[in-house]
């Protein structure tokens, strides 16, 4: 079993809809990363977080640390938003541990 | 401020040969971690720098390598190469060390491709 597990693995929607992404986890954290890798494989980071929650326009990253679980929602989904979202957990020694990454796809 | 740069983009190496990678970083920032990305294994931690020296390192065999300069710049060399190495290999930039605790800002990518 993955230390991190996103799910789903692929998600398509229509323009508009609201999309939760969820990640989760099985080891000590002490942050919690999620990006965004467009195709041809730049990564921006979008959030950084260890508790409670962070919004940035459009989109909400919520993390519960007791139950080890973290969610990534985009409000008003456009098709510029279609791009894999990978969960980073921060472990032991201050390692980043990757999930397998959550592909999205937005039509129009 | 620019942004984190690696070059070169793409490589094309051959079983046996060894590449070398380099990463600027962002002005300013410390730190520098490499990444490999694979379709089967997906993103993981190769090592991090920190002031010219190597502050973490992931669970890869002794053929992956690296260093930072003064200047903050890295290079990482794979020697032997692998078919199994061929990936992207991204680095990222930050403020301080133990990146993970800190947002990270990612270069566009070194795909390599070994024959």
């Known amino acids: 079993k993955n230390e991190v597990e996103q799910s789903p693995q692929n998600l398509t929607a229509q323009e508009g809809e609201f999309i939760t992404i969820n990640c989760s986890y099985s080891v000590g954290i002490s942050a919690l990363h999620w990006l965004q890798q467009h195709p041809g494989g730049g990564i921006v980071s979008l959030f950084m977080?260890?508790?409670g929650k962070k919004k940035h326009g459009r989109l909400i990253a919520t993390i519960n640390i007791q139950e080890k679980h973290s969610s990534l929602h985009i409000t008003a989904s456009h098709p510029r938003d279609s791009a894999v979202y990978i969960c980073?957990?921060?472990?032991?020694?201050?390692?980043?541990?990757f999930g397998q990454g959550t592909r999205l796809t937005i039509n129009p | 401020k620019a942004g984190v740069t690696q070059t070169p983009r793409y490589l094309i190496k051959t079983r046996g040969q060894q590449v070398t990678l380099s990463c600027s970083p962002i002005s300013g920032h410390r730190s520098v971690s490499w990444y490999q990305q694979t379709p089967g294994q997906g993103l993981q931690f190769l090592f991090e720098y920190f002031s010219e020296t190597q502050r973490n390192k992931g669970n890869f065999p002794g053929r992956f390598s690296g260093r930072q300069f003064s200047n903050s710049r890295s290079e990482m060399n794979v020697s032997t190469l692998e078919l199994g190495d061929s990936a992207l290999y991204l680095c990222?930039?930050?403020?301080?060390?133990?990146?993970?605790?800190?947002?990270?800002?990612f270069g566009p990518g070194t795909r390599l491709t070994v024959l």
């Open positions: 990222a930039s930050s403020l301080a060390w133990a990146s993970g605790s800190n947002t990270q800002y």
């Open positions: 980073a957990v921060v472990g032991g020694a201050q390692k980043l541990v």
């Open positions: 977080l260890s508790s």
